[in-house]
Every structure is written in structure tokens, then in C-alpha cells.
């Protein structure tokens, strides 16, 4: 998958921790460069494009794999006075989480996914066993959405957690079993190779973000060049000299 230049060691040095050769010593936030950082730092938008990379994969599968009604970033319905137990539950109108589809759990049944992709090498999730840190992290997703979604959408909620070393938490794991044994259904493909064959493409879609998070462009961004005013200037000599 690594074709690029330094690709191949970027791989490696995040499988194995090992330092990045000609890394640049600062951010172009101000901020020590490292692999940490750069897996953190909200400069460049590649954060979200780990986000919305996972997210648009999953949403390709789903319809692969013959679910219906597969929306991306679907708005929830309005609430009518119903009230939450836990506080962070997230109560505003233009809410919407990152995938809703029908007919995965069971037929025309809808489900909504949120997605979360975490640095584990962060220090609030490294000094966490990493099975207690992707459940922090999922249990986070359930309080903020999961009791609206039941009782407001009567549809299920799975929350698609991510560490950035590849792990997935324990409802993606059911989440893509499931995906997988439909998807099996669909293509007539034995179960075990529909389960590789949806972990190799999220394993290389991540990957590639994660990569690309390490050399990708975090400084000023060129101001875009106009052309008009000297359209108009040569718009006006041209009108004179007639």
C-alpha cells in the first residue's frame, strides 16, 4: 500500500514506535513536533479527515453489502419535551450523527452510527489499558446520542470507535461481524473472506490517513489569485480605444 517516499518507514515507525527520520522539529502551530502531536493537532484538518475517511468507507460498505437507505450525516428528528438522564446527551435541533441505514440487525430496521477515531498515543488515552480506553470513549458516544436515538428515532446506536493503532472497540466489532455476514449473504462469498475483506479496507483506509497526518501541509494556505481587476482594466482600454 506505501508507495511514496518515507511511506514505508512512517508505517513501520507507527507499528513499532520508532522515530521518524528527516521529521521536521516544529509544527507549523509553534508546537514540538511528533508522532503524538501530529496524530492531535487540529492544523491541516487531517484529525477530521481520519474522521470522515472511516466514515464514508463504512457508509460505501453498507450499501455494498445491500442495506437501504444509507445517508450520510442524517439530522435526528426534533425533540418534543422528552428529557435525557445523562446531561451531556445532546438536545439541539441540528444534531445529526455520521451514517443512518435500514436492514443490517434486521429487515427495515434503521441504525445510526457516530464514528470517533482517538490518538491512543494522546496522554489521556495512553495512561488507559486500551480496552478501558476505547470503552471511555464509546460510552462517551452512548451517553451524548444513545437515549435519543431510542426513544425519539426508535432505531439502535452503535458507536464506531478507533484508536489510531488500529483497535477497534467492542461494538464496531459486533457492528462490522454483522456487515460482514450481510454482506456474505449479498455476494454469495464465504463469511471469513467478507470479514478480511472489510477489515483490510478499513485497516488501509486508516492507515493512509494516518500517513498522510504525518507529512501533510499544515502551513499558511496560498491566498487564492483573482484575475478581475485586470479584466476590468483591460475591458476599459479596450472600450477607450474604440
Given amino acids: 500500500m506505501p508507495t511514496r ?4 518507514h512512517h508505517v513501520l515507525s507507527l507499528r513499532y514506535d520508532l522515530p ?3 521529521f521536521p522539529n516544529h509544527c507549523a502551530c509553534g508546537k514540538l513536533n511528533s508522532i503524538e502531536h501530529s496524530l492531535s493537532c487540529s492544523r491541516g484538518g487531517y ?5 470522515n475517511q472511516m466514515r464514508d468507507l463504512t457508509a460505501n460498505l453498507l450499501a455494498e453489502a445491500g442495506c437501504g437507505d444509507v445517508v450520510i450525516e442524517p439530522h435526528l428528528l426534533p425533540l418534543t419535551g422528552e428529557e435525557f438522564k445523562y446531561r451531556s446527551a445532546i438536545t439541539t435541533e441540528e444534531a445529526r450523527l455520521d451514517v443512518s441505514a435500514r436492514d443490517l440487525w434486521s429487515p427495515m430496521a434503521k441504525l445510526f452510527l457516530d464514528f470517533r477515531v482517538f490518538n491512543s498515543r494522546a496522554p489521556t488515552n495512553q495512561s488507559l489499558p486500551i480496552t478501558k480506553a476505547l470503552k471511555k470513549h464509546e460510552d462517551e458516544k452512548k451517553r451524548a ?6 426513544q425519539v428515532e426508535k432505531s ?8 489510531t493503532s488500529g483497535i477497534m472497540g467492542d461494538e464496531a466489532d459486533k ?3 454483522k456487515l460482514a455476514s450481510k454482506l456474505s449473504d449479498k455476494t454469495k462469498q464465504s463469511y471469513p473472506d467478507s470479514i478480511r475483506y472489510i477489515r483490510q479496507r478499513l485497516s488501509f483506509c486508516l492507515l493512509r490517513t494516518l500517513v498522510t497526518s504525518l507529512r501533510g501541509h499544515r502551513g499558511t494556505s496560498p491566498k487564492r489569485f483573482s484575475d478581475r481587476n485586470d479584466i476590468n482594466i483591460l475591458y476599459m482600454i ?5
Fill in 47 to 51: 484529525v477530521n479527515l481520519r474522521h
Fill in 175 to 177: 457492528f462490522y461481524k
Fill in 145 to 150: 446520542y444513545g437515549e435519543r436515538v431510542l
Fill in 5 to 8: 517516499k518515507f511511506e514505508k
Fill in 20 to 22: 521518524l527520520h528527516e
Fill in 156 to 163: 439502535s446506536f452503535t458507536p464506531v470507535v478507533f484508536s
Fill in 238 to 242: 479596450k472600450n477607450n480605444s474604440n
